[in-house]
């Protein structure tokens, strides 16, 4: 069975990202076909990255750096749920991902994204990301619009058919995280 987090990409005070990712959870721990667990940035504490070499030869000296490798290096595939602030993800989000490098790669990755557009634009920055990291990204997306899946903007009400998009990612992730997990035990 594989193992998924779905990420809260925000550490924003009065960030949405953790009411949608404990919807997107809900839904997921409907099914049995994969483990799945809440993965929250905030946790970590991460300040903008201050690794002294690029995370790509994996020697970090700071003890968030490992405790956040260790969270993440477990999992063979990842939902991150994003805001779009500006067009773009998160910074704490960005930042997060980039701290690490061998963690992300031959796994695979999923984006419920929501915003005035859908949180489309920031889905798009994260996707190029996911190239650079080695991870493939699924083509199924949640957008979730702040005008019509949030009442005033602010509570998170979602339409009833955004938990078939849920699914629909929630299959590409397990289906692609499966297949990439062949290719890292080689």
């Given at each position: 069975?594989?193992?998924?987090?779905?990420?809260?990409?925000?550490t924003r005070p009065g960030r949405k990202a953790?009411?949608?990712?404990?919807?997107?959870?809900?839904?997921?721990?409907?099914?049995s076909d994969a483990e799945f667990e809440l993965?929250?940035?905030?946790?970590?504490?991460?300040?903008?990255?201050?690794?002294p070499v690029p995370p790509s030869l994996g020697?970090?000296?700071?003890?968030?750096?490992?405790?956040?490798?260790?969270?993440?290096?477990?999992?063979?595939?990842?939902?991150?749920?994003?805001?779009?602030?500006?067009?773009?993800?998160?910074?704490?989000?960005?930042?997060?991902?980039?701290?690490?490098?061998?963690?992300?790669?031959?796994?695979?990755?999923?984006?419920?994204?929501?915003?005035?557009?859908?949180?489309?634009?920031?889905?798009?920055?994260?996707?190029?990301?996911?190239?650079?990291?080695?991870?493939?990204?699924?083509?199924?997306?949640?957008?979730?619009?702040?005008?019509?899946?949030?009442?005033?903007?602010?509570?998170?009400?979602?339409?009833?058919?955004?938990?078939?998009?849920?699914?629909?990612?929630?299959?590409?992730?397990?289906?692609?995280?499966?297949?990439?997990?062949?290719?890292?035990?080689?």
């Amino acid at each position: 069975m594989i193992k998924v987090a779905i990420v809260i990409g925000s550490t924003r005070p009065g960030r949405k990202a953790a009411d949608v990712a404990q919807w997107v959870y809900g839904i997921a721990q409907k099914r049995s076909d994969a483990e799945f667990e809440l993965v929250d940035i905030q946790d970590f504490n991460l300040p903008l990255l201050d690794e002294p070499v690029p995370p790509s030869l994996g020697k970090y000296s700071q003890a968030h750096t490992q405790a956040w490798s260790a969270k993440i290096e477990p999992f063979d595939a990842y939902v991150f749920v994003t805001p779009e602030y500006n067009h773009g993800p998160s910074g704490a989000l960005k930042n997060a991902i980039d701290y690490l490098y061998r963690e992300w790669n031959n796994k695979a990755a999923g984006f419920v994204g929501y915003g005035s557009a859908g949180g489309t634009r920031a889905v798009e920055q994260l996707r190029l990301v996911m190239g650079e990291l080695q991870v493939a990204d699924v083509r199924a997306q949640v957008s979730l619009s702040l005008a019509t899946d949030f009442e005033n903007y602010t509570v998170f009400k979602p339409a009833a058919r955004h938990e078939a998009s849920v699914n629909t990612v929630l299959d590409q992730v397990i289906a692609w995280g499966g297949a990439l997990k062949t290719l890292r035990k080689k």
